[in-house]
């Protein structure tokens, strides 16, 4: 644990004074961009410590001219030598800090340097921020930069033209006239023409809706005879059972006075004594009630009477009989149709 404590206090350290170091370091550079001229401007030790000796050896080399050449020359030689290193001392002593310098500026104010040199007029010195004192001149307005336009821009060696670029126009819009009316806050827009194809599919789809129609009513016709059938059938029904009903209540009542039942004789058995009183279709056969003299019977085709008649024929206009060769029809009273 307490070595944990000891590496995390070891770091603190570490992490602050890699922070003061980059805060003295942006410091520096801060300075540097807002005192340019210190460090543009280097120290010459070299040449303020050359005056001291030049003027120290002066007396010395005053004596020496009475000596002969011989002695003279090497004397001559060595104030020579000592020169050499010390001007050799002084460029070496400024290439550092005007490197220095070239860093800085290529750092923090060069690319801006180069813009605004490219930016001033012909025959002005470009603003520079890092030189105090001096006021950025305004470009006068309409005059175009000169240094710019119409000149290819160099990157290092090689130079690239600036191509022209093509003027940019505006599509132009079409207008068109709308035909719609508006009337009453209601636009009507007018109705296009309709193609061959659309006439013919209209034309089929009106054609398709007759027929239909027309089923349709064909359905509720046949449904409305169907219906009317059925009502014929139970109306025929009713009047058997009522002619039956009447037929038993007469013979019943002919029982009950001694009288008997109605024998068929020549006069009341003729045809002309005979009616129809019930015609109706049963099981698909034809079927009729007759009465003669109050007596009623049931009779289909082929039927044959008592009096030697016989039926032949059943509709529903009446009874068609033969007797004695000769044919009588009997029609439905209208009453009953």
Do not use: C
């Amino acid at each position: 644990m307490l070595d944990a404590i000891k590496e995390m206090e070891t770091k603190q350290k570490v992490m602050l004074v890699v922070t003061v170091l980059l805060f003295a370091l942006v410091g520096y550079l801060l300075w540097g961009m807002i005192f340019p001229s210190n460090v543009s401007q280097p120290k010459q030790p070299a040449l303020s410590a050359q005056k001291p000796a030049s003027q120290a050896k002066a007396p010395a080399q005053a004596p020496a001219a009475n000596k002969p050449a011989s002695t003279q020359q090497p004397q001559a030689q060595a104030p020579a030598q000592q020169q050499a290193p010390a001007a050799q001392q002084q460029p070496a002593r400024q290439q550092p800090q005007a490197a220095q310098q070239q860093n800085i500026q290529g750092a923090m104010g060069l690319p801006q340097q180069q813009s605004q040199q490219q930016m001033a007029p012909q025959g002005q010195q470009p603003f520079n921020p890092m030189m105090p004192g001096q006021q950025q001149q305004p470009m006068p307005q309409g005059a175009p930069n000169q240094s710019t336009i119409g000149h290819p821009t160099t990157t290092g060696s090689m130079a690239q033209p600036i191509p022209a670029q093509a003027p940019h126009t505006m599509p132009q819009q079409q207008t068109v006239h709308s035909q719609a009316k508006t009337v009453g806050g209601i636009t009507e827009v007018p109705k296009q023409p309709l193609t061959p194809a659309q006439l013919a599919v209209l034309e089929q789809s009106k054609k398709t809706e007759a027929q239909y129609v027309e089923l349709l009513n064909q359905y509720q016709i046949a449904q409305l005879q169907q219906k009317l059938v059925a009502t014929n059938a139970q109306i025929a029904e009713s009047r058997l059972r009522s002619a039956q009903l009447e037929a038993k209540t007469q013979e019943v009542s002919n029982q009950l006075t001694g009288q008997g039942s109605l024998k068929p004789t020549a006069a009341t058995t003729a045809a002309k004594n005979i009616e129809v009183a019930y015609i109706g279709q049963q099981k698909g056969r034809w079927q009729a009630m007759l009465t003669s003299g109050g007596s009623y019977f049931q009779v289909t085709v082929g039927t044959q009477l008592q009096n030697g008649a016989r039926v032949t024929a059943i509709s529903p206009r009446g009874v068609t009989i033969m007797q004695d060769g000769e044919k009588h029809f009997i029609a439905m009273p209208d009453a009953l149709n």
